[in-house]
């Protein structure tokens, strides 16, 4: 199984910015599509942002458009989510994640995706 760390999480102001990474564990993470979820205290996994292997191609939930930003950096392998403007109910462990197979890029449903980080916690504080 892909071993994938997230870093990048930690407490921020409401309208303040905030910058993950995902990085790989023992595989080369620029052959994988990567999305990012988050899951608040009692909600389901919510899908964040996606790019795909190439880098060419994003989604992002509507809840997030124009805030936040998927990237990569394929010198680095590793997948950031650059984050403003922050609200204080995005308070949420945020997880990175890759499908199954090399070069598959597909949307934001968790179930599509096979192996996860153990997660980074985002905090809002005001």
């Not at 595989?27 to 292997?53: D, H, M």
Request: glycine letters at 10%.
């Amino acid at each position: 199984q892909l071993q994938l760390v997230e870093s990048g999480g930690g407490l921020v102001q409401p309208g303040g910015s905030l910058r993950l990474s995902c990085a790989a564990s023992g595989f080369t993470l620029n052959y994988y599509a990567i999305a990012w979820f988050r899951q608040a205290p009692g909600k389901e996994r919510e899908g964040v942002s996606c790019i795909s292997s190439s880098g060419n191609i994003t989604n992002d939930a509507d809840s997030v458009k124009g805030r936040f930003t998927i990237s990569r950096d394929k010198a680095k392998r590793t997948v950031y989510l650059q984050k403003t403007s922050l609200r204080t109910e995005e308070t949420a462990i945020y997880y990175c994640a890759a499908p199954k197979y090399r070069f598959y890029y597909t949307d934001l449903r968790p179930d599509e995706y096979d192996n996860w980080g153990q997660g980074t916690q985002v905090t809002g504080s005001s």
